[in-house]
């Protein structure tokens, strides 16, 4: 099956501070999401992005299909950003489109 | 906005306990989820459904479980003899597919505790 690989699995940042968070995957995937999962362990849907770039408030997003890979950029970090980015996508092959998660990059924004 | 939601949010069972996980998927979605993610690890997928039959389910996704969408809005994940191994959050998911769109629409998970 898909293998997701997302790095880096930790991040230390200051308040204010940009990122780029990478997901890579092993084969081709549509239905490419990014999450973040909150403090309460809810996961919050990002992005929906099989390709292009899409831009919402501070964070943006670009994925290049035909190199699998996405980046999550994160820009002028606050504290609120903490948590763990997810990111997933589906194996066209698979008739059900279920979402294979990568490990996940655990951020802290230190005030 | 809608939304897709689950209850209850948390739910604290005795091992051996038969536990029901309920969840509302938006209404005009086709296709339904179940994923699982045990404390600190990666969400992992259990079984997904679709014209009222599983479609695909995973090695975990075993006897213990079922999944059944009883009155046309509600979609249940049953686990029959909970394991203290089953404590996990569990995510409901629903999607459009095929109406332009592939995403995957997720609810704020239920989080049960085997004890």
């Known amino acids: 099956g898909i293998q997701v690989e997302q790095s880096p699995p930790d991040l230390i940042l200051q308040e204010g501070a940009n990122s780029t968070l990478r997901c890579n995957f092993s084969?081709?995937?549509?239905?490419l999401q990014w999450f973040h999962q909150n403090p309460w362990g809810q996961l919050i849907n990002l992005f929906y992005?099989?390709?292009g770039t899409k831009q919402n408030g501070r964070l943006s997003a670009t994925t290049v299909a035909t190199e699998r890979y996405s980046l999550l950029y994160i820009s002028s970090s606050q504290t609120t950003d903490s948590g763990v980015y997810f990111c997933a996508g589906a194996n066209p092959m698979d008739s059900s489109y279920k979402l294979i998660f990568g490990s996940g990059t655990r951020l802290l924004v230190r005030p | 906005e809608p939304e897709v939601t689950q209850t209850p949010s948390h739910q604290v069972t005795q091992m051996g306990q038969e536990v029901i996980l309920r969840c509302v998927p938006i209404s005009n979605h086709l296709y339904f989820y179940w994923y699982r993610q045990i404390l600190g690890q990666k969400v992992e997928f259990l079984v997904s459904?679709?014209?009222?039959?599983?479609?695909?389910k995973s090695e975990i996704f075993d006897d213990q479980f079922s999944v059944e969408r009883p009155d046309g809005s509600n979609f249940t994940l049953k686990i029959r003899s909970t394991k203290l191994e089953d404590s996990a959050m569990y995510f409901c998911?629903?999607?459009?597919?095929?109406?332009?769109?592939?995403?995957?629409?997720f609810g704020p998970g239920t989080r049960l505790t085997v004890t």
């Open positions: 084969d081709s995937v549509n239905n």
């Open positions: 459904f679709y014209n009222n039959e599983i479609s695909e």
């Open positions: 998911a629903s999607s459009p597919r095929g109406q332009g769109t592939y995403e995957q629409y």
């Open positions: 992005i099989p390709s």
